[in-house]
C-alpha cells in the first residue's frame, strides 16, 4: 500500500485516478447535473488523502466541465486554484499522478540546521530554540517588551526599535514573523539574517533600553538536538489516514468552537470515494470510528461508541466539562531535531503557554502539500502525552514563511498544559510514517 | 486492412476566408477539396501570406491525431450529441492574442483552390511547434509562464472545439484516429503509461454500447483493457441488483468496432472486425453474454442522425 519513500505507490495513484476518470465518465452519462458536483467531492477527497495529485485532479474536473458545456449540461464546481497550479500540458503529455513524484525529496541536497538548545536569556524575555538554517538564525521567542517601549497594541511600534548583532560586531537584519501579543508578550520567531558566523558566542536583540534577548550559542552537541525517536509504517491505509484527520479536526473544531462540517464532502462520498480509489478497506474500522465521534459531538452520524480511542474521548471530555483547570503559564525550550517523515523535516523549537491556550512552535521544510488556507491541514496528525499520561492534541493554528524555503507551524494543543510538563512524548503521523519522539522541556 | 475501412467517406464545410469550403474524409485522411496545393499554401503561410483556414484545420487535425484529450470531450455514443458552432469558436479566438489567433484555423482570406491530400509538409513556421510526449503531437512552445499557460490552454481548448465543430461524423472519425495511433501492438509500453485514462476512454463508451445490447445499467459494466491475443472475455457476475458485467476487450475495439457503428448491431454485441469493409463487413459477434461469439456478416443501412453508421445482419 505504501511506498518506503514515504508517499502513496505509484499502484495507489493509479487506481485512485482510474476511479475518478470512471466516477466522471459516470457523471457525463446521468442526466442529472448533481453527479458533477459528486466528481468534484471524489477528487477533493483522494488529494486530500494524499493519493491523487492536485494536477491531475483539477484535470479531470476541468475535462469533465468542457464535456458538459458541450451537451449543454451544467458543468462541476470548478477547481479553480488548482486548476491554476495544474502545469502546462501539451496533447499527449502525461501529468504526474502525485505532485511530488518527480525528484525523492531525501534525494535532494537539504541545506543543512543546526538547532541549539536555549539556555536562560535576558529576564521575562525567552528564546525556544536557536536554528540555524543556510542563510539565517530562527529564533521562536517570547519577547517581552517594556511598557516603556510603547503600548503593546502599536504593533509595528517595538520592532522598529530593535536591532541585533552578537559579540563580533556583525549588525542583523532582524525579522519577526508569525507574532501573537498577549499582553506586552510577543510569541513568534525573530529571524536573524544573515547566518551568524561560526565564531559568534553570542546574539542579541538590542531596544532602545538595553538588550532584550540574548542568546548564547554554545557548542551544544549534536546529539543534544536529537530526541530518543523512532520511526516505523504508519498501519493505516491512506483512506484510513484521512478519515482519522477528520476526526481530529472534527475534535479540534469542537474545543476551538468552530462549525463541525463546513462544506465538507457527507462521509458517505468520503468513503466511497476511498473505497473506489482502493485505499479503504470494506472492512476498516475507521468510518464507524469516525462516525461514533460525530455522533457523540452530536452530529448525525451513528457509531459505536467504544470505537472511539481514548485520547479522543480525552480531549472531548476535557472540553465538554463547564469548568476547566486554566493552561500553564510559561515559555519552554525544547529544541528538538526530528527525523524526516514522509519527505518532511521539523524541529520542534518549544512551546508558549498562557490563558490563550498552549502553543507549540515548530519549523518545517518540505511540506508535502500547498497548506490550505483557513483552518490549515499539512496532512500529518500530532499527539502528544504529558508526564501525567494525558493526551493532547495538536492542532495547527498557523503556517508562516519565516524566508527559505522554511516555514513555523504554530500547533494548539489541546487540551492546553495544566502543568509544567517536563517531557511530552510526540507521536506525529504523515501519510506513510509516524514518528514517536520523547522530548525534554524545560520551562 | 486498416481500422476505417467500415467507413465511407463523410463530407462537411468549415468556414474559410470570406466563404464555406468542403473538408472530405476519406480513406483516414482529410482532404481539402477548395486547396489542391496545400503544401504552397503552407510555405506562402510560413513567408507571412495568409494561410487559408481550411489549411490550418488539417494541421490542427493531424495535431490531434494521437491526443487522448480529444476523446474526454467527444461524443460516447450515437445519442450523445456533442454541438460545437463556428461562431462560438470565433468568440473565443477573439479573446486570444491577434498573432496568436492568426495560427488557429478560421475565417480568414484565402483564394479558392482544387482538391489535395492533408498537409503534411515540414515548414518553419513564426511559433515553432514542439513535440510533446510518446504520441508525437505538437503543440504552440512558450516559455511557460502564467499568462502564457493560460493562452495555450486557451489555444488548445480552441484547436479542440474546431475538431468537435466539424460534426458528429467527424467526430467519431476524429476519435477512431486517435484510438488507432494508441492500439498497436507496438504501443504496448506506451499504453501502460496511460492506463487511467484509456480505462476512461474504454469504459465511457462500452458501457452505453452494453446499456443498448442488455438494457443494464451502464454504471454497472466493469471493461478493462484487453492485452492478450484473441476479442477479449465478457460475463455476468452477481444476482438481482448487484448483477454486473465484467468485460475486458482491446483498445481496438473503439476503433475498429465502436467508432464505425458496429458496437450493436441487430441485437449482437460486435466484438471483432474479422473482415473490415464498407458496406458490408465480417464481424465476430456475442448474441448473449454467456455465448460464444459468432461470424456474421453486417451490412451498412445508413447514417444515424448522431453521425455513425447503422449497419444490420
Known sequence: ?443 | MSWFDSLPPADTTVPCGTGEHTVRWEAGRLTLTAHPDAEAELVLGALGGDKPGCVTLAETWARHAGDLTVLTSGPRCDADRVRVDWPQIEELRGQLPRSLARLISGTRPSPPTTPTPPPTVRVTRRIHYRHAGAAGQVTPGFSGSRKEDVIRRQMQQIELLELLALGPEFQFRLAGTVIAAWAGPDRRDDRATRRPELSGVLTGRFAPAAQEWLGIDPDTVTVITHEEAGWGSLRMVGTGRGQRLRSSLPLSWLSEVWACGLAVVAGHLVVAVEDPGYPEAGVLALPAPDAEPVRLRARATGRSAGGLVTWTL
Open chain 1, 1 to 443: 500500500m505504501h511506498s518506503a519513500g514515504g508517499r502513496a505507490a505509484d499502484a495507489d495513484g493509479e487506481r485512485a485516478e482510474t476511479y475518478l476518470r470512471l466516477v466522471a465518465e459516470a457523471a457525463l452519462r446521468s442526466a442529472a447535473d448533481g453527479r458533477a458536483d459528486r466528481v468534484r467531492n471524489a477528487a477533493d477527497v483522494l488529494v486530500d488523502a494524499g493519493v491523487l495529485g492536485d494536477a491531475v485532479a483539477a484535470q479531470i474536473i476541468a475535462d469533465l466541465n468542457l464535456a458538459l458545456r458541450l451537451r449543454g449540461r451544467r458543468s462541476a464546481q470548478t477547481l479553480a486554484g488548482r486548476l491554476l497550479r495544474t502545469a502546462p500540458l501539451q496533447p499527449g503529455q502525461r501529468i504526474p499522478l502525485l505532485p511530488d513524484q518527480a525528484p525523492e525529496p531525501s534525494a535532494g541536497l537539504a541545506p543543512p540546521w543546526r538547532v541549539l538548545p536555549a539556555g536562560p536569556g535576558t529576564p521575562a524575555s525567552r528564546l525556544m530554540a536557536l536554528i540555524l538554517t543556510a542563510d539565517r538564525a530562527l529564533a521562536p521567542a517570547t519577547l517581552f517588551f517594556p511598557l516603556s517601549d510603547g503600548p503593546p497594541e502599536a504593533v509595528t511600534f517595538p520592532f522598529t526599535q530593535l536591532t541585533g548583532t552578537d559579540d563580533t560586531g556583525v549588525e542583523y537584519r532582524l525579522g519577526f514573523a508569525n507574532g501573537t501579543w498577549a499582553g506586552s508578550a510577543w510569541t513568534g520567531t525573530v529571524i536573524f539574517f544573515p547566518r551568524p558566523p561560526a565564531a559568534a558566542r553570542w546574539l542579541a536583540i538590542m531596544s532602545q533600553n538595553g538588550p532584550l534577548l540574548r542568546v548564547e550559542i554554545a557548542a551544544a552537541p549534536p546529539a543534544a538536538a536529537t530526541p530518543i525517536a523512532m520511526l516505523g509504517p504508519v498501519p493505516e491505509t491512506l483512506g484510513e489516514r484521512l478519515l482519522t484527520r477528520r476526526a481530529e479536526a472534527m475534535l479540534a473544531a469542537n474545543a476551538l468552537g468552530y462549525p463541525l462540517e463546513g462544506g465538507q464532502p457527507r462521509q458517505g462520498e468520503v468513503v466511497a470515494a476511498l473505497e473506489g480509489a482502493g485505499v479503504l478497506a470494506p472492512l476498516s474500522p475507521a468510518p464507524a470510528r469516525l462516525s461514533a465521534l460525530g455522533q457523540l459531538l452530536g452530529l448525525a452520524m451513528q457509531g459505536p461508541a467504544d470505537e472511539v480511542p481514548a485520547r479522543w474521548k480525552a480531549v472531548m471530555t476535557h472540553y465538554g466539562r463547564r469548568k476547566r483547570l486554566n493552561p500553564v503559564t510559561g515559555t519552554a525550550t525544547i529544541a528538538a531535531e526530528l527525523p524526516e517523515i514522509d519527505g518532511s523535516r521539523f524541529v520542534i523549537a518549544g512551546l508558549r503557554s498562557g490563558s490563550a491556550g498552549t502553543f507549540l512552535h515548530v519549523l518545517v521544510d518540505r511540506l508535502p502539500r500547498p497548506v490550505t488556507r483557513g483552518r490549515p491541514d499539512i496532512g500529518f496528525s500530532w499527539w502528544f502525552r504529558d508526564d501525567a499520561d494525558s493526551w493532547h492534541l495538536g492542532a495547527v493554528e498557523d503556517v508562516g514563511a519565516v524566508g527559505g524555503g522554511e516555514e513555523m507551524l504554530r500547533l494548539v494543543l489541546l487540551p492546553p498544559l495544566g502543568h509544567e510538563a517536563s517531557a511530552l512524548t510526540a507521536e506525529i503521523r504523515g501519510a506513510t510514517q509516524q514518528l514517536t519522539a520523547n522530548l525534554q522541556v524545560r520551562w
